[in-house]
Structure formats: structure tokens, C-alpha cells
């Protein structure tokens, strides 16, 4: 797993040929998924405050943290079965759902800057980058329809994951509100 992950990080095409071609690599790409969004969650989270100035104690940032990957964990879904329903029914390409997680989830692993708030959106960028070198492994339909495919559902993944972060967010800064009065 080591090795794809620097496959990953170097934008090593026949990394991305290789991880979604393996059924086993399911497990693997939803650990990546999970613990990159993790680690940048418990970092992100000492940033925040509430409008009265009080930051997250140990509580929030930890059920920040684990919301911040159960929320990657639904955003990387929904982005694998848009790029399925892009490939395949708008743009004529043969993929499979395991396929597009097996990819998104090994190209998640740019989200790891994300533990430097300023540096989240690059992550992002990286991300749709590897996630078009690998659709244009498996799908071989040219480089304008993978980068279309990568782009909105990439797209769609960061929408997913931010509105849904700023769901759990809003929640635990109104839970620490309504607890210091």
C-alpha cells in the first residue's frame, strides 16, 4: 500500500492502471479516505472558535475529526458514482463503481494538505489532477472526456464535503453557544 500511495503522489499512471484494476484495493482506498480526512479535521479544528471566542475543547475536535471522515466517506461516494454516470452514460466510456472508488480514493491522499487550511484548495486541485491521470487509465476515452468526468465530480466531491462539514460545524458551535450560558 506504501508504494501506491507514492505512485499516487508521484501521478504514476501505471499506479492508478494498477490500484483500480485490483478488487482488494477497496479496503486500502477507503483507509486513505478516511485517515487523510481525519488527520486534517483534528488539525483544522483547534482553528475554530464560536462568536464569543471559545475554541473546540477535546470533545469537538475529536467528534469534529471522525465527522470530517464519515463525511469524506459519503463525498468520495458520491463522486465515484457521478463519474460512473458521466463516463458511462453521458459520455460513452465502460467503468464500474469500484473502479472510480479505487481511484478517488488513492488520489485523496492530496487531501493530506488540507492540514494546512490555506493549503486545502491545492489538495483539491492535486486531487482532480490524479483523478483524471487515473480515469484516463481505465476509461482509454481521450483527455478532454476524463478531464470533464474528473472535473465535476471532483467539483460535486468538494460541494458534498463542505456543505456537509459546515453542517457539523454549525451544530458544535452552536452546541458549545448553548452549553457556556
Do not use: H
Amino acid at each position: 500500500m506504501f508504494n501506491r500511495i507514492i505512485g499516487a503522489l508521484s501521478f504514476n499512471a501505471a499506479t492508478y492502471r494498477e490500484v483500480a484494476n485490483d478488487l482488494a484495493a477497496n479496503r486500502q482506498a477507503a483507509l486513505i479516505v478516511s485517515v487523510v480526512s481525519f488527520l486534517a479535521g483534528f488539525v483544522s479544528a483547534f482553528t475554530f472558535t464560536t462568536p464569543d471566542g471559545q475554541g473546540f475543547g477535546a470533545t469537538e475536535v475529536i467528534i469534529f475529526s471522525i465527522a470530517s471522515a464519515i463525511v469524506a466517506l459519503i463525498a468520495w461516494g458520491i463522486s465515484a458514482f457521478i463519474a460512473v454516470f458521466i463516463a458511462t452514460a453521458l459520455l460513452g466510456g465502460k467503468t464500474s463503481m469500484g473502479e472510480m472508488l479505487r481511484i478517488g480514493g488513492y488520489a485523496s491522499v492530496f487531501n493530506i494538505l488540507g492540514i494546512v487550511p490555506i493549503l486545502g484548495i491545492a489538495g483539491w486541485i492535486l486531487l482532480i489532477i490524479a483523478t483524471i491521470i487515473g480515469i484516463n487509465q481505465v476509461i482509454a476515452f481521450g483527455a478532454r472526456r476524463a478531464i470533464a468526468t474528473a472535473v465535476i465530480a471532483g467539483a460535486l466531491r468538494f460541494i458534498a464535503m463542505y456543505l456537509l462539514l459546515g453542517i457539523v460545524l454549525v451544530g458544535l458551535i452552536w452546541s458549545l453557544a448553548l452549553t457556556a450560558r
